[in-house]
């Protein structure tokens, strides 16, 4: 093929990822891990499945960055998942190190490429590759807002008892307890959730979908979620190479939009081939705006302690 996306980061959600993307036969994959014959013994695994479902996807894993030279996407996955009880803005001081050194190294290999983040604390890093990689904003995004779109899809999906394929579930905010679950612009079949679900059942299901992620860490006790995200980012990875000017929520650089600045936050984009076309504006409500400024609050105080741990 002469499409090649990189993963970095082997791990749970990389490994994932290089297998919902090999499925999808739209890139070659280079899988990179410090681990020594980790990335190596996953990318031959997953070769010899290539034959039984007939896709020709070259898979490559490695602990060198040779391999990723002249991709299309780098996807960062790199770093440590959160354990039980952990916040994901505990993770920034080690993440910091290990997103900077993966950038560095591949962005030198592939200046044309398109950068999507997954490593938390998702907006922070994804604000740190772009400052890394001195590629315009529009080149660098951080999956989560697919995720928590679809985390809520799942809820109200079980609780109308409907198709998931009928509800469209929009998450705004930085990836933490405080995102923005959007109940009325939400909908299940075109009809507002608000309408639909009474107020103390959808109250739970925006509770239950902020902290998602969490629910899935305590019950793992190692590791946190991996299939749901890595399905998210072989979308985007999809919506970019075939240039489907797709509208999802991801981590896009703010430029005053929705009163912020100099910033990652989860808003609503659209992604064709060049990466972000365009960041989408919702009107809000009253209490929607105060949720929004609260996440936002957060995300600032997480970059800020980025800013601090590492001279951008
Ligand atoms: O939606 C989202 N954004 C997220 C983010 C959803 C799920 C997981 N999210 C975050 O992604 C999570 O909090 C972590 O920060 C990352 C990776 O999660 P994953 O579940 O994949 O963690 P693993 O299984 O521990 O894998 C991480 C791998 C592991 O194999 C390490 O050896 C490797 O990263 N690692 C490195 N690879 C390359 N280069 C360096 N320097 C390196 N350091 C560690």
Not at 27 to 53: C, F, N, S
Not at 171 to 200: Q, Y
Not at 224 to 238: F, I, K
Request: hydrophobic residues 40%.
């Amino acid at each position: 093929m002469n499409t090649k996306v990189s993963i970095i980061g082997g791990g749970m959600t990389g490994s994932t990822t290089a297998h919902w993307l090999a499925e999808r036969e739209i890139a070659d994959i280079v899988l990179v891990d410090i681990v020594e014959g980790m990335p190596q013994g996953k990318a031959l695994d997953l070769q010899q499945a290539m034959p039984v479902i007939g896709k020709d996807v070259k898979i490559i894993g490695t602990n060198d960055y040779e391999a990723t030279a002249g991709s299309d996407i780098i996807v960062i996955t790199a770093g440590l998942p959160r354990k039980p009880g952990m916040s994901r803005d505990d993770l920034l001081n080690a993440n910091a190190e290990i997103v900077s050194k993966a950038t560095l190294e591949t962005i030198k290999k592939s200046p044309n490429a398109i950068y999507i983040i997954l490593t938390n604390p998702l907006d922070a890093m994804a604000y740190l590759a772009m400052k890394l990689t001195n590629l315009p904003p529009d080149r660098v995004v951080g999956q989560a807002g697919i995720l928590d779109s679809a985390r809520m899809r799942t809820f109200v999906a079980e609780e109308l008892h409907v198709s998931v394929e009928n509800v469209q579930c929009y998450v705004l905010g930085g990836h933490g307890d405080e995102m923005v679950p959007l109940t009325r612009h939400s909908n299940v079949a075109g009809i507002s959730l608000r309408d639909v679900i009474p107020p103390d059942r959808l109250e739970a299901i925006v509770n239950r979908t902020r902290k998602g992620g969490g629910e899935i860490v305590s019950l793992l006790k190692t590791g946190s979620a991996y299939y749901a995200p890595s399905v998210a980012v072989a979308q985007m990875v999809e919506a970019i190479l075939k240039d489907k000017h797709l509208i999802i929520s991801a981590s896009a650089f703010m430029k005053g939009e929705y009163g912020l600045k100099d910033m990652y936050f989860g808003v609503p984009v659209q992604l064709g081939r060049n990466g972000i076309e365009k960041i989408i504006v919702y009107d809000l409500d009253k209490q929607e705006s105060e949720s929004l400024i609260k996440s936002a609050e957060d995300v600032r105080q997480t970059t800020d302690a980025l800013k601090n741990l590492v001279k951008l």
